[in-house]
């Protein structure tokens, strides 16, 4: 396409993810054009924009707004920035991708989602995983009809940590501010794919390990509005990532994704194996954890191109800010539980 009748998009903050990631999967989705970069350290705008061919940098975002014809921008920064700069940008009549969290709290969610309540224009969260192709497959079998009614969710993440990003404003020293940090830095994925899945969680329950030293593992049950019952398992310790969901159905069937990359599933009279209880019929694939040689991981370009295309063609994207308010809500609550040991609905709102 070309570059005069792309959309045209900024990028706000140019660290890790959008130098390793985001930007590399833009450069592979044909309808945008990064026409700027914006950090405030001068030396990795800069940068970010010399490597990925944007025209000119900046040091400050509303300099930026002021002086570019824009139709969009990505936000990857500080959560509070999601939130402020997201807002700003909504205000001036631009259309958002903002990275995971919306916001640092529930109430700044629900204020960055009410700010692009009744508009046309599109935000997209970056909770990339629904955005991941086996995660598409799976929701595609689990709704065919030999899948039959979706009975069991259950879900494991481990990873490597715990870690903590220092500009926060959380504390390393504080356990709560850790388990905290774990939820709206990773977890908040895990809460979006159970509800790609298997729509909406209408409360939860969750025990929380209690060991010496610095232990970040939990059990979360999900009781979702559906009435199907539903658990994940996290825990920041792990050597490499681990990271599983499957859903059991009536058909009977079932299919699980893992890594981001694999997927497998057994439906009624799949053509292959031999049953029996462990020679089942499974299918497997395995799209590879690196893709478009090497240029991408799974899901980036996918979600970048879906927020594309709804601000192309005027149509729904996801996650969006609701889903986002919506995640925040389930990462109170799930704290919440564990603090009074009982099962926390998720209020309506
Ligand atoms: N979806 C994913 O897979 C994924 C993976 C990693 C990070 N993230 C999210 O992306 C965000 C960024 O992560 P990162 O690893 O790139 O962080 P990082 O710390 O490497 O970079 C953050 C950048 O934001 C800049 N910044 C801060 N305030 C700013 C402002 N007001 N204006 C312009 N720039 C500003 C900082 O100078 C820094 O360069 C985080 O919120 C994180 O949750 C998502």
Redesign the pocket.
Known sequence: MPPKDRLRVAM????????G?LLPALMLVEDLLLVAT????EE?AQKTADRFRAERSY?D?RKMLDQEKLDGVLV????A??E??GIEALERGLHVFT???PSMTREGARRFRDAARGKTLKVLM???QRHCPVNQMAREILHRPEFGQPILYQARYLCPGPGM?M?WGLKRESDDDMFRFFF??HII?HLDLARFFMGEIAAVTAMRTRAPGEVYAASILYRFASGVAGSQSIAFRSPVFENRSLIAGTGPAWVETHNWSKLAYSLPNLPVGQGGYSDGRILSWDGGISYQNGVSRPG?REELTAWAAAIRNNTECGANLEDGYREMQIIDAIIQSVREGREVPIPED
């Open positions: 706000i903050g140019c660290g890790g993810l959008p130098n990631t914006c950090d405030l350290r990795a040091t975002h990857a920064a500080p959560p920035i999601h402020r700069i990275e995971k969290p970056g909770t990339v990003r500009d709206l830095d994925h980036y």
